[in-house]
């Protein structure tokens, strides 16, 4: 029971780390040929969108909706794909002890 418990500690420290690192780290995302850029955090916090000049037409504000719409998504997939690279080990390891969801 002892070294059960240890493991879970040791697995909560992994999850705190692994969830720092991802509310630091940055993503990227693109459409439109790079149009318009969004940048988040591998924990979803949306930090800035930039729009090429390019892409605004006045006479056609819904494709720039779409734009950036397609950029967000684009990098909060690349967040998903960061935040299963850093939890994956940890979660993985969570199996053992029967979580659900892990």
Do not use: C, W, Y
Not at 7 to 35: R, S, Y
């Amino acid at each position: 029971m002892q070294q059960m418990l240890k493991q879970a500690q040791k697995m909560q420290q992994q999850i705190a780390k692994a969830q720092a690192e991802l509310a630091e780290a940055e993503v990227t995302g693109t459409a439109g040929g790079g149009l318009v850029t969004a940048v988040v955090t591998g924990s979803g916090e949306v930090k800035g969108i930039k729009i090429d000049p390019k892409a605004v037409n006045p006479d056609d504000v819904e494709t720039l909706e779409d734009l950036v719409v397609a950029a967000l998504h684009n990098a909060s997939e690349a967040a998903r794909e960061l935040t299963e690279q850093k939890m994956g080990p940890v979660a993985g390891g969570m199996g053992g002890l029967g979580l659900p969801g892990f």
